[in-house]
């Protein structure tokens, strides 16, 4: 079974740091592109940052550049997203999702899975 489980979420004040990770089984991971989404209420899912293998590549959104780190670890089927100087218009559900074809793209049917979801919530 294919699973993308999310961790690393919580509650942090302005300014704050949190480290979300992807863990994945049950596919190829090398294969595969990985993504981290977000949705905050009353808002469309929108995309954050996304990571290829081979080479590997990483690519950011506007609201992300410059604040945020997504990386890889092979050895441990697992993609993070450390996030720093957090903002309250960061407050989302924060989803990974991974791509067969390995190419980092926003369109969202264009992943096979997802994750369930991980709450960030940053106090102003």
């Known amino acids: 079974q294919v699973q993308l489980v999310e961790s690393g979420g919580g509650v942090v004040r302005t300014g704050g740091s949190l480290r979300l990770s992807c863990a994945t089984s049950?596919?190829?991971?090398?294969?595969?592109?990985i993504a981290w989404f977000r949705q905050a209420p009353g808002k469309p899912r929108e995309g954050v940052a996304c990571?290829?293998?081979?080479?590997?590549?990483?690519d950011y959104t506007d609201s992300a550049r410059g604040r945020f780190t997504i990386s890889r670890d092979n050895n441990k089927n697992t993609v993070n997203l450390r996030m720093n100087r957090l903002k309250p218009e960061d407050t989302a559900t924060y989803y990974c999702a991974a791509e067969e074809a390995g190419f980092c793209t926003y369109v969202e049917r264009r992943y096979d899975f997802w994750g369930q979801g991980i709450q960030v919530t940053v106090a102003s």
């Open positions: 990571i290829t293998h081979s080479p590997t590549t990483s």
């Open positions: 049950g596919l190829i991971f090398d294969d595969y592109a």
